[in-house]
Structure formats: C-alpha cells, structure tokens
C-alpha cells in the first residue's frame, strides 16, 4: 500500500512516514517546496494539510479530484465546523483536525483503505429509479450517473440495501469506516447533505431524517 503526504511542515511529514513505517510505502512532498507527482494513480490514499503558501489544500484537491479517486484526508488546525463542511463538499472523504495522535492517524488510514480495498459482494442493487454496481462503485438514478465520493457512495449502498431501517450518525460512521473511537460524526451529516443535493437533480429524495435518530431510505420514493 502506497500513501502520498502533502504539508508544508517538514516536522508533520516526518511524524506521518515515522507513524506508518513498516505498514506503508509512504512518499512525502514538502509543498509548495517540492513539486506534488505526475501521476498520482499509484497511491492508496493521499494525506494533504488544508492551510499551505501559495495554493491551499483546498485548491490542491479542487485540481486533482478529477482524476484522483482514492480516499483523500485532510490535515488542518483549523476547527470550524464550517471549514470541514467546504472540505467535505469538495470532495475529501475525512478530516482530521490538529494536533491529532498517531493511534488516531493509523485508525483513520487503516480504516479507508480497509474500505476502499474490501471486497464486493453482487453485481447490482436495484429498484424502478435506482442502480448500484458495487464493484464499481457506481450510482445510476433513471440511467444517469450520479458523481459520489467514495464516503458517499457507501453511504448510499448501506441506506438502500436497508431500506426503512434507521441508522444513527455513529452507527453509520462506524458501519462505514470500521471504528468510531475517535470519528467526528458531524462528517456523516455533510455526506448525507451532499448526497441528498446530488440525488435531488435526478428527482429523488430518498434519505430521510428521523428526528433525533438519524437517517434512512424511504422504502417507497
């Protein structure tokens, strides 16, 4: 497994490949110092910081979520809710905020790629509007693809293959990411709020808010 770290701080760098030495080929880039690679493809998850010179890493991952479609975290010290909610919308799967431990940073990682890499069960998932194929992690609404996040989508697929039944913010993150421990639930209500944005321009709103609870797929939309 191969992971790429991005900061502007050379002490962050060394603490991230000391932490994950003899799990992970870890590569690291002292930006904007060092030049982020051409082909970024090879990695398993990228690390970056949110606050750098120059190009913040918000716009680092505006360019490259494109063609980047690994598990993308984010690194910051920054502790508004506000500024989680823009990182999650454009497109980071996880936020980390500073100074965080090291059993944190390797429950975090271990836990999307874990995820990333498990194996798919079934071809499709299906009802009248609705098309999920697993092993390629693709959603169709009416024959459209919707374009999710990889949190997203395995929001998505756990909602629909259980319709009716009420999931809380910490049974999703848990059911998703594999641990809870040191999870910040207010991701899951950003993913859900993307995902029902994205869902909406096809004409469905299927998730559902049980008050207090937490969320669920109607079982008629």
Same mark, same amino acid.
């Given at each position: ?8 701080? $050379?002490?962050? !760098? $060394? ?18 110092? $060092?030049?982020? &690679? ?24 505006? %360019? ?6 690994? &598990? ?15 990182? !999650? ?9 500073? &100074? ?58 756990? !909602?629909?293959?259980?319709? @009716? ?12 990411? @594999?641990?809870? %421990? ?10 859900? %709020?993307? !995902? ?9 709103? &299927? ?11 109607? %079982? $008629?939309?």
């Amino acid at each position: 497994m191969r992971i790429l770290a991005i900061d502007d701080e $050379q002490d962050i !760098l $060394q603490l991230i490949e000391k932490a994950l030495r003899g799990q992970y080929q870890v590569d690291t880039v002292h930006f904007p110092i $060092q030049m982020i &690679p051409d082909d970024l493809s090879v990695y398993n998850l990228i690390i970056m910081d949110v606050m750098m010179p120059k190009e913040s890493g918000y716009e680092l991952l505006i %360019k490259i979520r494109d063609i980047v479609d690994c &598990p993308i975290i984010f690194l910051s010290a920054k502790a508004l809710e506000e500024d989680l909610v823009y990182g !999650l919308s454009i497109g980071a799967d996880d936020y980390i905020r500073k &100074p965080f431990s090291v059993a944190e940073l390797r429950a975090r990682i271990a836990a999307h790629i874990r995820r990333d890499n498990r194996e798919q069960v079934g071809n499709v998932i299906r009802d009248e509007q609705v098309m999920i194929y697993p092993k390629e992690c693709v959603l169709k609404v009416n024959g459209n693809t919707v374009e999710l996040t990889k949190s997203e989508f395995d929001i998505v697929t756990l !909602l629909f293959k259980n319709k @009716g039944q009420i999931f809380s913010k910490g049974q999703i993150y848990e059911l998703i990411y @594999g641990y809870d %421990k040191d999870g910040d639930e207010s991701a899951i209500t950003e993913h859900i %709020k993307n !995902l029902r944005r994205k869902l909406k321009q096809f004409g469905i709103e &299927p998730v559902e808010t049980v008050w207090g609870v937490g969320y669920r797929w109607k %079982k $008629q939309i």
